[in-house]
């Protein structure tokens, strides 16, 4: 393999490893979530228990 051959497989190792690092970090930019869709997030939730625990207090054999 010395017509430069190996050259090459490195380059395609090189330009793979870019592209791979390049696709992680969009995915992880796209993938964050403001501080306002956590806060939302929780706030539903809270809602969610609180609104079980008022049927459960009701009916205590509702199954919680």
């Known amino acids: 393999m010395g017509d430069g051959s190996d050259v090459n497989y490195w ?3 090189f330009i793979g490893a870019m592209l791979l690092g390049a696709v ?3 995915a ?3 993938n964050r979530k403001s501080n306002v869709d956590r806060r939302t997030t ?3 939730t809270r809602r969610v228990y609180q609104e079980e625990q ?3 207090e009701k ?4 199954g919680l």
Request: glycine fraction near 0%.
């Open 42 to 44: 929780e706030e539903a």
């Open 28 to 30: 992880m930019l796209r």
């Open 59 to 62: 009916d205590p054999s509702s």
């Open 54 to 56: 008022r049927i459960h």
């Open 11 to 13: 380059n395609l190792i």
């Open 24 to 26: 992680i970090l969009w």
